[in-house]
């Protein structure tokens, strides 16, 4: 059955101030990572990407930030809005297309 | 059209029950994939197909059949379920079987179990 008392870690922000979403990855052989987005009710989005040659990539309005000696992956968005509210997972590929999902964080904004 | 459609929403089945999901992309992409996710967890691979044939299968138990009948459509055949199966299953599908091929996913078929 399902775990009882499984709580996604989250992180409450104040409309228009700037989060902070981390995920520590597992295999140091993963070299392409993603974020997606996940709507209440819907499936996960892309946001964004970073291979791991990079250690910064800006889109608009996130930036998805790599620390391969910590094999740490962090997703900043600025100025968050009500609508930004979700969870989030990171994912690591690491030599096979199939991405392994992380926990995840769940993003509430208060307006 | 970047969109996964999938149908239907939401679904209840006795155990006894043989039902089917049914998911339809019209992107041209050739790996299509099926998800199992519980509430408050990630998504779980359950199903890959790469050009139409079956690739990967995660140990998944044999009350869970999938199809591809084309390259636009997968299907989930359900017979014998348990209540424990019951959860959120997600298509989805990309260009193809390349390291940097973003996934778009479905909305999702909510199922119940009874």
């Known amino acids: 059955g399902e775990s009882v008392g499984l709580h996604l870690p989250t992180l409450s922000v104040q409309e228009g101030d700037n989060s902070i979403i981390n995920c520590a990855y597992s295999?140091?052989?993963?070299?392409?990572f993603i974020w997606y987005k996940q709507e209440s009710g819907k499936g996960p989005q892309f946001i964004i990407d970073?291979?791991?040659?990079?250690d910064k990539r800006q889109g608009q309005r996130v930036t998805v930030l790599l620390n391969k000696t910590v094999k740490h992956l962090s997703l900043q968005i600025a100025a968050t809005q009500p609508g930004d509210s979700a969870v989030y997972f990171c994912?690591?590929?690491?030599?096979?297309?199939?991405?392994?999902f992380g926990r995840g964080t769940s993003l509430i904004v208060h307006p | 059209d970047t969109e996964v459609t999938q149908t239907p929403k939401h679904l209840v089945m006795g155990m006894t029950n043989k039902k089917s999901l049914k998911c339809e992309q019209h992107?041209?992409?050739?790996?299509m994939y099926w998800y199992k996710q519980k509430a408050k967890k990630p998504p779980e691979l359950m199903f890959v197909?790469?050009?139409?044939?079956?690739?990967i299968n995660e140990s998944v138990p044999s009350r869970f059949s999938p199809e591809c009948p084309n390259s636009s459509l997968l299907n989930l055949h359900l017979h014998a379920l348990q209540p424990e199966d019951s959860a959120l299953y997600l298509c989805?599908?990309?260009?193809?079987?390349?390291?940097?091929?973003?996934?778009?996913f479905g909305p999702g078929t909510r199922l119940t179990v009874l």
């Open positions: 989805a599908s990309s260009q193809g079987a390349v390291l940097t091929d973003t996934q778009y």
């Open positions: 295999n140091s052989a993963s070299d392409y």
């Open positions: 970073i291979r791991s040659n990079m």
């Open positions: 994912a690591e590929k690491g030599g096979s297309y199939i991405p392994t």
């Open positions: 992107m041209g992409h050739r790996a």
């Open positions: 197909y790469s050009y139409e044939k079956l690739s």
